[in-house]
């Protein structure tokens, strides 16, 4: 089941920005001086109200491929997320095409991001000749352009491994990393990290209240995270509320599963690092990870 908000339908830029002022709500103590402007550094917060806790992140390689198995469970009901490179079809949401590892789109700016990369490597690829329609149709449901080879072309292009790749780069670049960098520096462990990761994949980021940004902002009304000195669940349900009453703001979102019985199960339980065994529902269907 894809369902990401046409709020991402952002240029990359803007995605950057907003997450850079994000960060500046976060005290001094718990970011550190910001490398390449795309990915500003927490620094260590030894000296903030709460520290963070010395905990593995999310982005550890066995965190990172259960982190890609919760959200496969909910966006194609299944845990095999390797198998979604070649995924595309139009599910009737306004959002053109969906496709690939982490449901980019045709009409929310993220797919035509990607095939312009898998082009920069490698040019003359299948999918090359797409771009400029690609283009004319960002930020529409059209197919215009793109019917009736786009598709098969797709999934021939999956075969290749540097159109894989592409796929690992850009969903790490726009959505993984900027969630795992904003977590640690709010102090929140793993749990909380694929919180944010989980949010930024269905929402994207922005502006508007319904983005990332907003849904962050809105817990902070509410709770404040552990680098400004609160409590780590106390904050995460702040959070996950905010996440609800979100996905409650569009139709396509309205089933709030893959909070209410996976996310918020994992928080009541305590299990703030993700350790396995995991259990948990999507959308009615039940999965586990040993």
């Known amino acids: 089941m894809r369902t990401r908000s046409i709020a991402t339908a952002l240029p990359k830029a803007a995605t950057r920005v907003a ?28 000296s903030a109200p709460h520290t963070v806790r010395a905990a593995t992140g999310l982005d550890d390689p066995a965190k990172k491929e259960i982190a890609m198995r919760l959200v496969s469970s909910a966006e194609n009901s299944s845990l095999d997320w390797k198998a979604q490179y070649k995924y595309i079809e139009d599910i009737g949401d306004g959002r053109g095409y969906t496709g690939g590892i982490i449901g980019f789109c045709s009409g929310t700016h993220d797919m035509l991001e990607l095939v312009e990369l898998y082009t920069q490597r490698k040019p003359g690829n299948v999918l090359a000749k797409y771009l400029p329609a690609l283009r004319e149709v960002d930020g529409s449901d059209s197919h215009e352009g793109l019917d009736p080879d786009y598709p098969k072309d797709w999934r021939k292009a999956a075969q290749d491994p540097a159109f894989r790749k592409a796929q690992n780069d850009e969903r790490d670049r726009v959505y993984f990393n900027p969630a795992v960098e904003q977590g640690k520096a709010d102090g929140i462990g793993v749990l909380g990290q694929f919180a944010y990761y989980d949010a930024i994949v269905m929402h994207g980021d922005g502006d508007d209240r319904t983005s990332f940004s907003g849904i962050r902002k809105r817990a902070l009304a509410k709770a404040k995270p552990p680098a400004q000195g609160g409590d780590e669940k106390t904050y995460l349900n702040a959070f996950l509320d905010a996440r609800v009453w979100a996905m409650k703001q569009e139709e396509a979102h309205s089933d709030t599963s893959r909070v209410d019985t996976a996310q918020r199960v994992f928080l009541r339980n305590g299990n703030l690092d993700l350790h396995t065994p995991l259990d948990w529902k999507v959308y009615g269907e039940s999965f586990h990870i040993d």
Not at 19 to 25: K, M, N, Q, R, V
């Open 19 to 46: 997450l850079g002022l994000a960060l500046l709500a976060v005290p001094a103590t718990a970011v550190a001086t910001a490398g390449p402007a795309q990915h500003p550094r927490p620094a260590a917060t030894g």
